[in-house]
């Protein structure tokens, strides 16, 4: 990602959509709908984001090119977890090196 990926910086992103390209395939559109924070260990930060995917369209576990507009393209694994009313459901599991950012709001839950 282009720009700092964090949780915050997740949390803005809720509701778009992010086009996920499968080697050799047509590209896909995920709709972020959630992200949870896994909290902290040590110097690093834990989130996953879930996302809500077509029905028609399934994506074994594996590594993907993600793009998204403001936040950039990067590789991420996707693994899938379920089903909702809207289709298959994504989740991409984080832990990076805490930022500035995230340190603050640390120190907000304690």
Same mark, same amino acid.
């Given at each position: 990602?282009?720009?700092?990926?964090?949780?915050?910086?997740?949390?803005?992103?809720?509701?778009?959509?992010?086009?996920?390209?499968?080697?050799?395939?047509?590209?896909?559109?995920?709709? /972020? !709908?959630? =992200?949870?924070?896994?909290?902290?260990?040590?110097? #690093? %930060?834990?989130?996953?984001?879930?996302?809500?995917? *077509?029905?028609?369209?399934?994506?074994?576990?594996?590594?993907?090119?993600?793009?998204?507009?403001?936040?950039?393209?990067?590789?991420?694994? /996707? !693994?899938? =977890?379920?089903?909702?009313?809207?289709?298959?459901? #994504? %989740?991409?599991?984080?832990?990076?090196?805490?930022? *500035?950012?995230?340190?603050?709001?640390?120190?907000?839950?304690?």
């Amino acid at each position: 990602m282009s720009k700092q990926w964090c949780y915050t910086t997740a949390r803005e992103r809720i509701g778009d959509s992010f086009l996920v390209r499968p080697e050799g395939k047509e590209a896909h559109s995920l709709r /972020l !709908v959630k =992200v949870i924070d896994k909290g902290a260990a040590g110097p #690093y %930060e834990q989130f996953s984001l879930l996302f809500s995917g *077509a029905a028609d369209c399934f994506l074994p576990q594996g590594l993907y090119g993600v793009e998204h507009p403001s936040v950039g393209s990067a590789f991420w694994m /996707l !693994v899938p =977890v379920g089903q909702d009313e809207n289709g298959y459901v #994504y %989740e991409a599991a984080f832990s990076i090196s805490k930022t *500035a950012e995230s340190s603050e709001r640390e120190e907000k839950h304690v």
